[in-house]
């Protein structure tokens, strides 16, 4: 056989393999549908128009529900945080390390493999865009936890909402507009850019969350609307939040439109699968169907949020699904139905939610929902509820929680009350999962660290501006033996730059800042008065209880020589101008290569 003639049929069978391999591969990415998940921030169960609620108009989010499927029994944790670590990892929040809402309580344990992770190592586009809440410092940074993309701002709250600053993969960055607004059009934009190719995006929005801030467009629907529907309890309802509260959901809900129809304009229908829910129950008394609890609480309407699933040609559609599911089964389903195997050391509380999507009479056991926050419990069952204080509600037919069944149920009470007495001792063995850890700083894998004053501690006469401290700066610095300081863990060895963003008078100029972190030092002159006005009460709708904000600038304090390990970082005021030193807002820490 003639040489030449072997050599054609190797090459031919090298090319037949190569285009086997193609075909395999394109056919892998056929079944790997694009994820489009949303989350709102303090919304509740009955924020909706599909809920039954008469005083909004939600069309966009109702017709993810009547396009796909919804969960008639869905749970989340009574506040944002554990519920975000929840839906990242698969896990109750209590169990991995999640213990406040912030000053570093709200950051999930290191080595928890997240739903960004598990989709990009399976060849997806990662993004997310919003309120992360889950850690600001890298590696709790959403770049760190398997994001491409990150664009919103990572704290609990925030004190603005019309063009704030932001950041963009750790830059600070101005915003363009109204936050949800914005958000959207980056993840539209990401939607476009990726839509030859897998894509998973997290919109983590921010609203209804307070400040009560909104567009007029939206806020003139509701500004002299009379509630039909209204809070059934006895606490007082305040009705012009709630009027702001659905305004800002009837903002959401516009959005919720321009992505769907994005997705059918590039044809992506049939392989996009768009998710809605909320992080927690209302944050006011407001109508909820009657339910007991409102954020905060451990109780069904503190809890108790929509789930909607739209896949279009994929999964039934306008389907209820009576199933008690949760925040810890999103990424297990998630990952079955994109066909992503998850690795068996990582094992997870939630369970994969397919059958009951796919099946008309799925087999699926009983199981229990644990509600728990600070250091309250309370299990959900398919039929009852065990609340915080043992007391035992039929919840097909009592959501109010109002008829206490532990006399009548004992069994069921008795077996629940064990349940949850088992999770509190579990709970109470591992103290590590309430440890205070260091903020980290210099991530040899990333360029900027964010030191905010949400997570120092003011000495002497300085004070927050605020009690609540997510978007808080430190003010009345009026002495040089006053301080903030950090507890702080440097990741690697490292050169920095370093900007503080501040502000002040004219007379405080000349003023002397000093940073330390133990043998190292620098210290630098405020040579630029920068005094801008309060803002936020300008668009408030009703009044706030975070702290207003200002415009803070950066000035470059010069490079400072870190040295790994943990320590406290020390801003200091050698010598004030004036009667009082800057106020600070955060330090921005730049690894020099």
């Known amino acids: 056989m003639n040489k030449a003639f072997i050599t054609l049929c190797i090459v031919a069978f090298l090319l037949s393999c190569k285009q086997d391999k193609q075909v395999e591969a394109i056919k892998q990415e056929a079944n790997k549908p694009n994820i489009i998940l949303i989350m709102s921030d303090d919304q509740g169960w009955g924020d909706l128009s599909i809920s039954g609620n008469t005083n909004i108009s939600t069309p966009h989010i109702d017709a993810l529900a009547q396009n796909g499927v919804s969960f008639k029994n869905f749970y989340v944790q009574p506040v944002c945080s554990p519920t975000r670590a929840e839906l990242l990892t ?12 912030s000053e570093g309580g709200e950051r999930f344990n290191l080595g928890e493999a997240t739903i960004a992770e598990l989709f990009k190592n399976a060849g997806y586009k990662t993004a997310a865009y919003g309120k992360w809440h889950s850690g600001m410092q890298p590696p709790y940074h959403p770049n760190a936890r398997g994001f491409d993309d990150y664009y919103g701002f990572a704290s609990g709250h925030w004190g603005n909402y019309f063009s704030p600053m ?5 830059a600070l960055v101005k915003g363009d507009g109204f936050l949800v607004d914005d958000l959207t059009n980056k993840g539209i934009d990401f939607i476009t850019k990726n839509q030859q190719q897998p894509f998973f995006l997290y ?5 209804p969350h307070s400040p009560m801030q909104v567009p007029d467009v939206y806020w003139e629907r509701f500004k002299n609307k009379e509630l039909k529907m209204k809070y059934q309890g006895d606490e007082e309802e305040n009705e012009n939040f709630t009027k702001a509260a659905l305004a800002m959901v009837e903002n959401i809900d516009f959005n919720v439109g321009r992505l769907t129809q994005k997705v059918k304009a590039l044809g992506l229908e049939e392989n996009t699968i768009i ?7 209302p944050n006011g008394w407001r109508w909820n169907g009657g339910m007991r609890g409102k954020k905060g609480s451990t109780d069904e309407g503190g809890v108790r949020t929509p789930f909607f699933m739209q896949w279009k040609n994929k999964i039934p559609k306008g389907k209820t699904i009576p199933q008690i599911a949760g925040a810890i089964d999103i990424l297990p389903t998630l990952a079955s139905l994109a066909n992503i195997d998850i690795p068996l050391e990582k094992r997870m509380d939630g369970k994969d939610l397919k059958t009951l999507i796919l099946e008309d009479d799925p087999i699926w056991e009983p199981r229990s929902i644990i509600n728990h926050w600070q250091g309250k419990t309370s299990i959900r069952t398919q039929n009852y509820r065990l609340d915080d204080a043992n007391r035992l509600y039929a919840m097909d037919i009592d959501t109010g929680q109002k008829h206490d069944l532990s006399t009548s149920k004992p069994k069921i009470h008795d077996s629940l009350v064990t349940l949850k007495n088992n999770w509190q001792t579990e709970l109470a063995k591992n103290s590590s999962l309430k440890e205070k850890r260091p903020f980290t700083l210099g991530h040899p894998d990333f360029e900027y660290t964010q030191i905010p004053a949400r997570d120092g501690i003011p000495n002497g006469h300085i004070k927050r501006s605020n009690r609540y401290p997510n978007d808080t700066f430190f003010n009345n610095w009026i002495s040089d033996q006053d301080s903030i300081t950090w507890d702080v863990e440097v990741l690697a060895d490292g050169e920095f730059e370093v900007e ?6 004219e007379k405080t100029v000349g003023s002397i800042m000093e940073l330390s972190f133990g043998e190292s030092r620098l210290s630098a002159k405020i040579n630029k008065a920068h005094d801008p ?3 936020g009460m300008e668009n408030d709708r009703d009044p706030r209880m975070e702290s207003y904000v200002k415009d803070f600038i950066p000035m470059n304090l010069g490079p400072i020589n870190l040295k790994k390990g943990k320590g406290i970082l020390t801003l200091k005021a050698l010598d004030i101008k004036g009667d009082q030193a800057p106020d600070v807002r955060l330090l921005l820490f730049k690894r020099i290569p």
């Open 90 to 101: 698969g896990k109750y929040a209590a169990r991995i390390g999640v213990y406040a809402t």
């Open 166 to 170: 932001l950041e963009h993969n750790g």
């Open 203 to 207: 919109l983590p929005y921010n609203t």
């Open 275 to 281: 998710i809605y829910l909320s992080d927690n129950g």
């Open 500 to 505: 503080l963003y501040y502000t002040c008078p």
């Open 533 to 535: 006005p309060f803002k």
